[in-house]
């Protein structure tokens, strides 16, 4: 079945760049999603890629896709102490199911 | 933004016991979908419910779980006869469409309920 894989941790330094990857083994995933989770919330949706894009930037935020590799990425800009939460990615495949497959996700620490 | 409401946020129960949790979903909603977080492993899909039918479910959700929207407003998710792996955070989720059309749908999640099976 499909997979999603990422790393447990990762520390940084205020202002920072934070790299969190993430593979996935569906070639027929169709979106892939990047979802943050603060402490006591649930995961909201932060920033997603359509499977044809290579890149996708929103302010702080670039997500690359590898589809060769199956392989994501999101990068967080001049990384601040808001930024520590859980990041989850996910990833959606086609053929007639729309259910997100999440991976267990990444602790983002981001220390002074 | 218009959230979902999941409660309890905590529950303790002894194992063999039945446990329901309850989701409010977002008022236009029509998909709802619950997941589950055992610690340390992934988010994993239990189940989606469309027009008070299931319409997919993973292995996970078998004979001892099942679902149900009452009221036509709680959306619940009972655990027949709880055992220790039972153990885990629920998150109830929804989504307004199911993006058919190719469209993405933003997945909305409740803060979800510690589940504690002992």
């Known amino acids: 079945g499909e997979d999603v894989e990422q790393s447990l941790f990762l520390s940084v330094r205020e202002g920072d760049s934070s790299v969190i990857n993430c593979t996935y083994t569906?070639?027929?995933?169709?979106?892939l999603y990047w979802y943050k989770q603060e402490p006591g919330a649930g995961l909201q949706l932060l920033t997603y890629?359509?499977?044809?894009?290579d890149m996708k930037q929103d302010q702080r935020l670039t997500v690359l896709l590898n589809k060769k590799d199956k392989h994501l990425s999101l990068r967080i800009a001049d990384t601040q102490t808001g930024d520590s939460a859980i990041y989850f990615c996910?990833?959606?495949?086609?053929?007639?199911?729309?259910?997100?497959?999440f991976g267990r996700g990444t602790s983002l620490i981001v220390h002074p | 933004e218009p959230e979902v409401t999941q409660t309890p946020s905590h529950q303790v129960t002894q194992m063999g016991q039945e446990v329901i949790l309850r989701c409010v979903p977002i008022s236009n909603h029509l998909y709802f979908y619950w997941y589950r977080q055992i610690l340390g492993q992934k988010v994993e899909f239990l189940v989606s419910?469309?027009?008070?039918?299931?319409?997919?479910k993973s292995e996970i959700f078998d004979d001892q779980f099942s679902v149900e929207r009452p009221d036509g407003s709680n959306f619940t998710l009972k655990i027949r006869s709880t055992k220790l792996e039972d153990s885990a955070m629920y998150f109830c989720?929804?989504?307004?469409?199911?993006?058919?059309?190719?469209?993405?749908?933003?997945?909305?999640f409740g803060s979800g309920t510690q589940l504690s099976v002992l």
């Open positions: 419910f469309y027009n008070n039918e299931i319409s997919e």
């Open positions: 569906d070639s027929s995933s169709t979106y």
């Open positions: 996910a990833d959606r495949r086609g053929g007639g199911s729309y259910i997100p497959t």
């Open positions: 890629i359509f499977s044809n894009m």
């Open positions: 989720a929804t989504t307004e469409g199911l993006g058919t059309t190719g469209t993405n749908e933003k997945l909305f």
